[in-house]
T-cell receptor
């Protein structure tokens, strides 16, 4: 069963913020939220992860709701190179943890 | 971070034959994984490659079809055996550097076409 639910696709204009939503209503207390993206013909790339606090790095920001049932990945200034499939994954961190990829959301950045 | 090299990057193979895919990492890593990505689909985990012991396979994948080796902490191979057109996919190697973090790095993949 899918642990996360994402829209199938969305688009945004170049230079604008892209806000990618993810629902994970059954998330457990020890599960993290991870985001990866896959640009066409490449392997997936790690973006960011968080447990309950909002996180920011050079690529993106991750906003997790207080009840942790949903999150939003924010690309502050989307470029054409950000066009990709974005995967939201919830996972327990540890030696036996495994990444299970859902269908993701296809982000298309238009000029 | 980790730099992962996969060979070959792509291949076209005859049905009934086998192909071995190599994954070389530029540093010693704790965990190595193999994924399959069928055309237009998401990634599916095949197995965890264990150093010095048999790989741990996910449901639906068996050792006879996808034998895996991991002789050391920087190298692993995946063999796709007795191939059929249904095995046409991208096969990806992935590594994790730490067990307390699920940040993973991926190779560029091997695009396999079986004819």
């Amino acid at each position: 069963d899918a642990k996360t639910t994402q829209p199938t696709s969305m688009d945004c204009a170049e230079g604008r913020a892209a806000n990618l939503p993810c629902n994970h209503s059954t998330i457990s207390g020890n599960e993290y939220v991870y985001w990866y993206r896959q640009i066409h013909s490449q392997g997936p790339q790690y973006i960011i992860h968080g447990l309950k606090n909002n996180e920011t790095n050079e690529m993106a920001s991750l906003i997790i709701t207080e009840d942790r049932k949903s999150s939003t990945l924010i690309l502050p200034h989307a470029t054409l190179r950000d066009t990709a499939v974005y995967y939201c994954i919830v996972v327990v961190t540890g030696a036996n943890s495994k990444l299970t990829f859902g269908k993701g959301i296809t982000l298309s950045v238009r000029p | 971070s980790a730099v992962i090299s996969q060979k070959p990057s792509r291949d076209i193979c005859q049905r009934g034959t086998s192909l071995t895919i190599q994954c070389q990492v530029d540093s010693q890593v704790t965990m190595m994984f193999w994924y399959r990505q069928q055309p237009g689909q998401s990634l599916t985990l095949i197995a965890t490659a264990n150093q010095g012991s048999e790989a741990t396979y996910e449901s639906g994948f068996v050792i006879d079809k996808f034998p895996i080796s991991r002789p050391n902490l920087t190298f692993s191979t995946l063999t796709v055996s007795n191939m059929s057109p249904e095995d046409s996919s991208i096969y990806l190697c992935s590594v994790r550097l730490r067990t307390d973090n699920t940040e993973a790095f991926f190779g560029q993949g091997t695009r396999l076409t079986v004819v």
